[in-house]
Structures are given as C-alpha cells and as structure tokens.
C-alpha cells in the first residue's frame, strides 16, 4: 500500500479527533455530528484506521477510544508536530517498495516534490553506493529526501557528509549516545555501522537541479541475520541496531528529530557555512588521526588521515599528501 500527506482526510480527521479525545469514548453520532460525515462514513474510517494498526476498542452503547498507536510510519504521524519548515511536509509511505531511492529519483522531477519524504517499512531492492546491495527489513529506518540546494555544484561531496551529522546529532538527541562518523558518510556505533547514506544528485548544465539523499538507519533489526547476508561484501564491516540501546526512544521522534537537524544543516551549506559543518563532523569522526588504508576506484591508498577539506575530501598524509573524494576506508590503527 501507498500513502502520502494529501490523501485519506476522512481517515486522518477521525483520527485525529479520538487522538485528542483518547480519555474518553465517542460514539458513531457523536463523530458523524462533529466531524459532519455520514455515520457510515464514521463506519468505514473506523475500519481503516483499525486495520492501520491504530488499537480502537469498541464498547456497546458507548462507542470507540483509541487505545494505542500505530507502529507504521505513515505521512499523517511524521507531519505531525514536525517543526521544519519544508522538509518532509509532503510525505509518502510505501508497505514495501523496491528503494525509496528509485522512487525518489522519478519523482525529483517535479519542482513541487522539493522536500519531500520517501519511506518504506521494507524495501526488496535498497541500494548502496556503487551499485550495492542495501539490506533493508522490517524494523528499520528506510527513507530519501528529494531536496533542490541552492548550493555550488563543487558541494555536492560535502552534502552527505553534512547529512551523516545531521544524522548523528539526531541520533544523540534521541538516544543520548554519541555515534561516530567513518568517513565518507558512515555512522558507527562501537565500531559498527548502524546508518548508512547514499546521494544521488542530478546535474544541469553543471548546475545541482535536485539532490536526494537516501538514508538507511538500523532502528530495530535482527543484527545476527544481516550480518550473515553481508558478509564478503564491499565496505562491511559489522552491523549495529540503535534500538538495543533505549528502547524508549520511537523510530518517529528520531525521524522527525533527523528531519529538523537536516534542514538546519541544509541551510547552512546554503549560506556557504561549510567550515562550521566540518568542524563539527571533525569532532565526531573516528577516521581523523588513524592510519587507514583506502581503497578508491584507482587502487588503494595506505597514510594518515589528516583531516577533510573544504569539499569533505580526505587528505591522507604518507610522504605527501594525497586529496580522496571517494572510496572504501578500513582503520588500522591510531
Ligand atoms: C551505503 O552504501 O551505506 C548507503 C546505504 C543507503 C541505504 C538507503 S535506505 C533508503 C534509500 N533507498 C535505497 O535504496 N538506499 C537508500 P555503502 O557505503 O556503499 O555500503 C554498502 C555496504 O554496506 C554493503 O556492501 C554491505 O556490506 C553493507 N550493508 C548493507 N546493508 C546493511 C545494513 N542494513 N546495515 C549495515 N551494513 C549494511
């Protein structure tokens, strides 16, 4: 199934008024009069919202209350008390989807997706860099943004790595656990990945026409399985599952956390704030000051990492100094 922010106004207006009304039970007439809809109407929303996975108990006489939430991340819940000022206003949930990357990708297109958020609780074909393989069940974070930057074309290697922070402040905010970021764009946790980010950008007479950023965050996944399924494969290196660490924290509020942290840091790219952002990201790498050897589509590179430049590529210092804008990094050592 499909669902975006525009569709289901009956589903979202009766939800949302036995969300407000949760202390109490409502009867078929009571919504019907309020919500001036067909008891009928009342009926079949009722149904749907039920099979959303929304808990409604019933009572002869008395009517409905909702009882619990659902546990899908559908377009109503994250809009909803999201606090950005564009980003993921216009959202798209996918049951299962073959990547939320390929869709987004068609539907960058069209100026009116800027911002817009793609999900899916599954993907069958979820994508890494290079054409890779991305394991993407139940359980995790699965989404893309479509987003028009105003930005240099010659920032398009700084935006992931300014989205992996975005990514990992949110990650503390929601957990209070400090994630560490493995250059090029991976968030790490002891060591392990637990958020990968791929970005897809398309060009205009070298000018950035849309960007969207795919993110893959391990929420709450069967760790043991997906290792078993990746091991052999390029850049893995062990899996990491955030929601071992504060079960309390929901895939929502991270979400909509992630949401506002990126638009923060989109806006400063925008204004060509880039060294605030590296500083940053600086702080949380775990690549920074170890020897590391680096395998790039032209061999391999074995140095220092020093430091990242202006545009996020990595200078490694052996004898000379080398720039790296892309590739695999494995840590040596400090
Ligand atoms: C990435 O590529 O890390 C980018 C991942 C982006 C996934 C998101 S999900 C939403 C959106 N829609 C998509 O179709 N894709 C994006 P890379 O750095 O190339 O790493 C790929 C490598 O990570 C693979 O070769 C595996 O070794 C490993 N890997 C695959 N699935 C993983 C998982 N769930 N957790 C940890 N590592 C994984």
């Given at each position: 199934m499909v669902y975006s922010s525009k569709d289901n106004q009956g589903v979202i207006k009766v939800l949302s008024f036995l969300k407000t009304h949760n202390t109490e039970y409502l009867s078929g007439q009571d919504l019907s009069d309020v919500l001036k809809i067909s008891r009928v109407a009342v009926w079949k929303h009722i149904k749907k919202i039920k099979e959303l996975g929304y808990k409604i108990e019933s009572k002869q006489k008395l009517g409905y209350r909702l009882v619990s939430n659902t546990n899908l991340l559908l377009p109503w819940e994250i809009t909803q008390?999201?606090?950005?000022?564009?980003?993921?206003h216009q959202t798209y949930y996918f049951d299962s989807v073959n990547s939320t990357q390929e869709q987004a990708m068609k539907m960058a297109?069209?100026?009116?997706?800027?911002?817009a958020l793609v999900i899916a609780?599954?993907?069958?074909?979820g994508k890494g860099r290079a054409g890779r393989k991305w394991i993407s069940p139940k359980g995790g974070i699965w989404l893309s943004i479509i987003l028009r930057p105003e930005?240099?074309?010659?920032m398009v290697t700084l935006f992931p790595i300014a989205s992996a922070l975005a990514l990992s402040n949110a990650i503390e905010k929601c957990f209070k656990i400090k994630p560490e970021l493995k250059w090029p764009n991976d968030i790490t946790i002891q060591g392990k990945k637990v958020a990968g980010i791929l970005v897809d950008a398309s060009l205009e007479s070298n000018k950035i026409e849309n960007i969207v950023l795919g993110i893959g965050i391990n929420?709450?996944?069967?760790v043991n399985q997906i290792e078993k399924d990746l091991k052999?494969?390029?850049?893995?290196?062990g899996v990491a599952s955030l929601q071992k660490i504060k079960k309390d924290t929901t895939p929502l509020h991270l979400i909509q956390k992630f949401l506002e942290e990126l638009e923060n840091i989109f806006e400063l790219l925008n204004k060509d704030q880039n060294k605030k952002i590296i500083k940053e990201w600086t702080k949380r790498s775990s690549t920074i000051g170890k020897n590391v050897e680096l395998i790039t589509r032209d061999g391999k590179i074995s140095g220092k990492a020093i430091k990242i430049d202006d545009d996020g590529a990595l200078i490694i210092s052996n004898k000379k100094n080398t720039r790296v804008l892309a590739g695999d990094i494995i840590h040596l050592s400090k």
């Open positions: 008390g999201l606090k950005t000022k564009k980003i993921g297109q069209d100026p009116k997706n800027n911002g609780q599954s993907q069958t074909e930005f240099d074309v010659s929420f709450d996944v069967n052999n494969t390029p850049n893995f290196y």
